[in-house]
C-alpha cells in the first residue's frame, strides 16, 4: 500500500511538473508573440504596450533576416550598412518622400563584407527590390577589422526556419526584451510616439555621448588602422551582382561630426582618410555625408540637434540626406566621382585647417577625452 502510495505521488508531480514546463513555454511563446520586442511578427502594436522597441537592436544579426523573411509587404528600396547607415533613417518618412516602400536592414558595427552579404540576401529574399542604398564607413575599411563581424549564411530558404523562429518564440533572453518593452512604453505612455521615431532633438548628455564614441573608435578601430584597399573590388562584385539582377546600387559615405574627424585627425590618419575617400572615388560614385558642413560643426551642447554623438547624425538631418537623396540636391550631401574628387579634398583639408585653427577648444576637449 505504501509503494502504491508512493508511486501515485511521483505521478501527480510529474503530471504537476510537465503541465508547468508547458504552461511555462506556451506562456513565454505568446508574450514573445504578442509583445514582439524585435518587430518581426508585426500582429499586434498597442500604445502604452509595444508600439516602442527598444530592444530593437539587441539581437539584430539573429533577427533581421527572419523579420525580412516574414515581411509580406514588397520592399522598393533597402539601406545596408552600420548603425551610421541607420540611426538617421526614418523609413516612413524616406516611404511618404518616394511614395515608395523603404525598408532598413543596418547592422551596428557591421563590416563591409557583412554589409555586402546582407544586401545580398535582401535582394534573394525580396527580389522585388529595386534599389539599394549602401553605407560606407571609414571605419570598417580597416584590415584589421574588415572580416572580424559575424557573418551571415548565404540564404537557402527564403522562408522562415524552425532553427530561425524558436530563439525568437522560445528564448528566456527574448522574453526579458518583452518585459523590458512593455516596461518602457508603460513609462513613455504619453509621448510614445516621439520616442518611437527618435524625434526628440533636445541632447543633455551630448558631452556623455560625444567622449564615449571618441573613446570607443579610439580603442576599436582608429588605433593600428590600416587601410584596406582590397574592399573596394567587393563592392564592384556586388554591384555587378546587383545590376545583373535589375537592382541599382547608390553608395554613400556615413556622416560623422567634426569631433569624430579631430579624432581621425589626432591619430595621424587624415591623409589616410582622404585616401579612403579618392580610392572609392577612383572605382565608384557616391554620395558624401561626412564633409566639413554648418552640419557637422554644431558645438557640442545639450541643444544641439543633427548628430547625437560623434558618429550618428539624427533624424532632423536624416530628413535633409532623403531629399538630397531623392528630389534636389541641398548642402547636406556632396556628389563625388573621380572628376571632382581631387577638388573637393582640397576644399574639405582647407576647411578643416580653418576648423582647427579657429576652434581649439574643441580640439583641446578631444584630447582631453583621448587621455
Same mark, same amino acid.
Given at each position: 500500500?505504501?509503494?502504491?502510495?508512493?508511486?501515485?505521488?511521483?505521478?501527480?508531480?510529474?503530471?504537476?511538473?510537465?503541465?508547468?514546463?508547458?504552461?511555462?513555454?506556451l506562456?513565454?511563446?505568446v508574450?514573445?508573440?504578442?509583445?514582439?520586442?524585435?518587430?518581426?511578427?508585426?500582429?499586434?502594436?498597442?500604445?502604452?504596450?509595444?508600439?516602442?522597441k527598444?530592444?530593437?537592436?539587441?539581437?539584430?544579426?539573429?533577427?533581421?533576416?527572419?523579420?525580412?523573411?516574414?515581411?509580406k509587404?514588397?520592399?522598393?528600396?533597402?539601406?545596408?550598412?552600420?548603425? /551610421? #547607415?541607420?540611426?538617421?533613417?526614418?523609413?516612413?518618412?524616406?516611404?511618404?518622400l518616394?511614395? /515608395?516602400?523603404v525598408?532598413?536592414e543596418?547592422?551596428?558595427?557591421?563590416?563591409?563584407?557583412?554589409?555586402?552579404?546582407m544586401?545580398?540576401?535582401?535582394?534573394?529574399?525580396?527580389?522585388?527590390?529595386?534599389?539599394?542604398?549602401?553605407?560606407?564607413?571609414?571605419? #570598417?575599411?580597416?584590415k584589421?577589422?574588415y572580416?572580424?563581424?559575424?557573418?551571415?549564411?548565404?540564404?537557402?530558404?527564403?522562408?522562415?526556419?524552425?532553427?530561425?523562429?524558436?530563439?525568437?518564440?522560445?528564448?528566456?533572453?527574448t522574453?526579458?526584451?518583452?518585459?523590458?518593452?512593455?516596461?518602457?512604453?508603460?513609462?513613455?505612455?504619453?509621448?510614445?510616439?516621439?520616442?518611437?521615431?527618435?524625434?526628440?532633438?533636445?541632447?543633455?548628455?551630448?558631452?556623455?555621448?560625444?567622449?564615449?564614441t571618441?573613446?570607443?573608435?579610439?580603442?576599436?578601430?582608429?588605433?593600428?588602422?590600416?587601410?584596406?584597399?582590397?574592399?573596394?573590388?567587393?563592392?564592384?562584385?556586388?554591384?555587378?551582382?546587383?545590376?545583373?539582377?535589375?537592382?541599382?546600387?547608390?553608395?554613400?559615405?556615413?556622416?560623422?561630426?567634426?569631433?569624430d574627424?579631430?579624432?581621425?585627425?589626432?591619430?595621424?590618419?587624415?591623409?589616410?582618410? !582622404?585616401?579612403?575617400?579618392?580610392m572609392?572615388?577612383?572605382?565608384?560614385n557616391y !554620395?558624401?555625408?561626412?564633409?566639413?558642413?554648418?552640419?557637422?560643426?554644431?558645438?557640442?551642447?545639450?541643444?544641439?540637434?543633427?548628430?547625437?554623438?560623434a558618429?550618428?547624425?539624427?533624424?532632423?538631418?536624416?530628413k535633409?540626406?532623403?531629399?538630397?537623396?531623392?528630389?534636389?540636391?541641398?548642402?547636406?550631401?556632396?556628389?563625388?566621382?573621380?572628376?571632382?574628387v581631387?577638388?573637393?579634398?582640397?576644399?574639405? /583639408?582647407?576647411?578643416?585647417?580653418y576648423?582647427?585653427?579657429?576652434?581649439?577648444?574643441?580640439?583641446?576637449?578631444?584630447?582631453?577625452?583621448?587621455?
Amino acid at each position: 500500500m505504501k509503494n502504491k502510495f508512493k508511486y501515485s505521488t511521483i505521478k501527480k508531480y510529474n503530471v504537476l511538473l510537465i503541465v508547468i514546463i508547458i504552461f511555462t513555454v506556451l506562456f513565454t511563446a505568446v508574450v514573445n508573440y504578442l509583445v514582439d520586442p524585435f518587430d518581426i511578427f508585426r500582429v499586434l502594436k498597442m500604445k502604452g504596450f509595444n508600439l516602442i522597441k527598444p530592444c530593437l537592436t539587441k539581437q539584430e544579426r539573429m533577427t533581421k533576416i527572419p523579420q525580412l523573411k516574414l515581411l509580406k509587404d514588397n520592399i522598393d528600396i533597402i539601406y545596408v550598412g552600420s548603425s /551610421k #547607415s541607420g540611426w538617421w533613417l526614418d523609413t516612413d518618412y524616406h516611404s511618404k518622400l518616394t511614395g /515608395k516602400k523603404v525598408y532598413s536592414e543596418t547592422l551596428s558595427s557591421s563590416s563591409p563584407s557583412e554589409t555586402i552579404i546582407m544586401a545580398e540576401n535582401c535582394i534573394l529574399i525580396h527580389p522585388e527590390i529595386k534599389k539599394v542604398y549602401f553605407g560606407l564607413d571609414f571605419f #570598417s575599411f580597416s584590415k584589421k577589422f574588415y572580416n572580424t563581424a559575424i557573418n551571415l549564411d548565404r540564404i537557402n530558404d527564403v522562408k522562415l526556419t524552425k532553427q530561425e523562429l524558436l530563439p525568437l518564440i522560445l528564448s528566456l533572453d527574448t522574453f526579458n526584451y518583452s518585459i523590458q518593452t512593455v516596461l518602457k512604453n508603460r513609462k513613455h505612455k504619453k509621448n510614445a510616439s516621439n520616442v518611437k521615431n527618435n524625434t526628440n532633438t533636445l541632447n543633455p548628455r551630448a558631452e556623455h555621448y560625444f567622449k564615449s564614441t571618441v573613446k570607443k573608435y579610439t580603442r576599436d578601430y582608429y588605433s593600428d588602422y590600416e587601410l584596406d584597399y582590397s574592399v573596394v573590388n567587393d563592392l564592384k562584385k556586388f554591384e555587378k551582382f546587383a545590376n545583373s539582377r535589375n537592382v541599382e546600387v547608390v553608395f554613400f559615405v556615413t556622416p560623422s561630426h567634426i569631433v569624430d574627424i579631430i579624432n581621425i585627425y589626432e591619430h595621424g590618419l587624415i591623409n589616410i582618410y !582622404y585616401e579612403f575617400k579618392k580610392m572609392l572615388a577612383n572605382n565608384i560614385n557616391y !554620395y558624401d555625408l561626412s564633409f566639413i558642413s554648418k552640419y557637422n560643426t554644431e558645438p557640442v551642447s545639450p541643444e544641439m540637434i543633427y548628430y547625437r554623438d560623434a558618429v550618428h547624425a539624427t533624424n532632423l538631418l536624416g530628413k535633409l540626406f532623403a531629399q538630397s537623396f531623392y528630389q534636389k540636391p541641398n548642402d547636406s550631401v556632396l556628389v563625388i566621382n573621380n572628376q571632382n574628387v581631387d577638388k573637393y579634398i582640397e576644399e574639405d /583639408k582647407l576647411n578643416l585647417e580653418y576648423y582647427l585653427k579657429n576652434n581649439q577648444q574643441t580640439v583641446k576637449q578631444v584630447r582631453e577625452w583621448l587621455k
